[in-house]
């Protein structure tokens, strides 16, 4: 049982604030001692110029309402026509237009900015690293994940084989930043916890997807909140919403959810930002309350784990 003397959160009220054509947004009301996070939910095509000028766009929106750490869902600047398309855009790390351009919204609003996931060079010519690019204030690329698990689905007419495109990561990672622990996954990820689980401490949750209307509505709202309640993690999930030049159709949904499994904020279809306040005190209380964390009795077998420490930024002595 729950300690009687916490009380679980109700969503945040929220007013509206004014938006660009075609973008929904929403600002939560300011509460003190909290962060202000945002999830970005898009319906990309195969033009990666007209992909990012809509991101900025939205990046935008969502410093305009607050937010410091904003997350991009998956494959933001390309949803392309065929895997040719995406394989053509892969870029090396650290080494490309699309780095360059989440390097410099990062750098330009002073935000932490999580490049959903981003086409990288593979081993193999006709395949790409599904990557996860976090950049912080400075427009500093502070770390990298690549997509583990690769979605494949055959039901009736819907037929997916990601390995076909993507040569899958083998390392779990975790970020420290200004608002807490970050662990990263993309999309397919949600569906294993044992993932999660080799997060070491993991306060906030990022899951940058594109899921399809079928399994979409069938799960997504479920696995987030379970991925946010037995992890006692917020969790911020950005995802592709709409019709796809391709015909695909993602599901959409994009929202943020409190460690106690309560939807603070949520955009079930089209362009737009879910802003809501993440309140490292109210998750303590949450986690000392009820440690499940701690009362972990069957152990995962742990998969390579990189913790990526935040360095303080040099202070300039006199006169230099």
């Not at 900015?113 to 060079?121: A, F, Q, R």
């Not at 499994?261 to 109210?282: E, F, H, K, T």
């Not at 998750?283 to 420490?309: G, M, N, T, W």
């Amino acid at each position: 049982m729950v300690n009687s003397n916490v009380t679980t959160k109700k969503p945040v009220k929220t007013t509206t604030v004014a938006r660009s054509k075609g973008a929904q947004v929403k600002k939560p009301a300011p509460q003190a001692g909290t962060v202000r996070v945002a999830a970005i939910q898009m319906a990309s095509g195969p033009n990666v110029s007209a992909n990012l000028a809509e991101t900025e766009r939205l990046i935008e929106l969502a410093v305009e309402a607050g937010a410091r750490l904003v997350v991009l869902p998956e494959f933001f600047c390309i949803m392309g026509m065929k895997d040719a398309d995406v394989v053509k855009v892969r870029e090396a790390e650290g080494d490309g237009p699309i780095q360059a351009f989440l390097a410099r919204m990062a750098k330009k609003h002073r935000i932490w900015l999580v490049g959903g996931s981003v086409p990288l060079k593979a081993g193999a010519a006709n395949k790409v690293r599904n990557s996860c690019l976090v950049y912080d204030e400075r427009g500093k690329q502070v770390a990298r994940y690549d997509k583990i698990h690769l979605f494949g689905l055959d039901l009736g007419n819907e037929r997916y084989q990601e390995s076909k495109l993507i040569e899958p990561g083998d390392k779990v990672v975790v970020v420290n930043s200004p608002f807490g622990r970050i662990g990263l996954s993309i999309c397919y990820d949600l569906r294993f916890p044992e993932l999660y689980r080799a997060m070491p401490d993991a306060d906030i949750i990022v899951v940058p997807s594109a899921f399809t209307a079928t399994t979409g509505r069938a799960h997504f709202e479920t696995l987030i909140r379970a991925r946010a309640i037995e992890n006692l993690a917020y969790v911020i999930a950005p995802a592709q919403g709409g019709y796809h030049l391709s015909g695909r159709e993602t599901h959409g949904d994009s929202m943020i959810v409190d460690p106690w499994g309560v939807v603070l904020d949520r955009l079930p279809r089209g362009s737009g930002v879910v802003i809501a306040n993440i309140n490292p005190a109210y998750q303590a209380s949450l986690r000392k309350s009820l440690p499940a964390l701690q009362h972990r009795f069957i152990r995962c077998q742990q998969i390579d784990v990189d913790v990526i420490e935040r360095r303080a930024v040099a202070k300039r002595e006199p006169g230099k």
